[in-house]
């Protein structure tokens, strides 16, 4: 009664795409904090949903960082990928990123799901969830139950919907 099955979730995304700001909306509001940092290395979250409680590996996007991710792959049983939708210059970076993830072994030939947040959607002329979806090329994942969300981790819209889709996968 009240146990949770417990999942492991990979956060990952450039530097500034707003993960940490995400994951600390996803937690009860009791249990948020008010000033986000870019985060050191990575940093281990909670929360949880109807049916599941989910650990959250919050990795740092920073380019010195990144080579931590590959590390954490294997513990993972869903992936959140954070794209910033008004970071242009930047969608090439996040597409060689999310490429390289998807090739990764401990990747590559499981069914991982994951979940494309396209953050940010609140500041003026960021990009849709279809363009993103597009310049990212997702329709080439065929191997992987995905799905992506235009979310404002500012106020929250889009959240809900993102995990509930992640939560239908998984339990
Ligand atoms: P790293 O830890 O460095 O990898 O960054 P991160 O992806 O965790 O980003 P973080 O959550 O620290 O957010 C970076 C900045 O973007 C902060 O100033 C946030 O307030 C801002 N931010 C996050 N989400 C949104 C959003 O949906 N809209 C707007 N306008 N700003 C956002
Ligand atoms: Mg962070």
Redesign the pocket.
Known sequence: LGLKKEVNVL?L????????????RLKPSNAQTQD?????GFSIEKFKTSSLSFTVF?????GR?RNLWEHYYKEGQAIIF?I?S?DKLRMVVAKEELDTLINHPDVKHRRVPILFFA?????RDSLSSVKVSQLLCLENIKDKPWHICA?????GEGLQEGVEWLQDQIK
Do not use: R
């Open positions: 956060c995304g450039l530097d500034n795409s707003g993960k940490t700001t995400i994951i600390n986000i940092v870019p985060t050191i919050d990795m740092s996007g920073q960082y954070v910033d008004a953050n940010k959607m609140d500041v979310t404002n981790a500012l106020n």
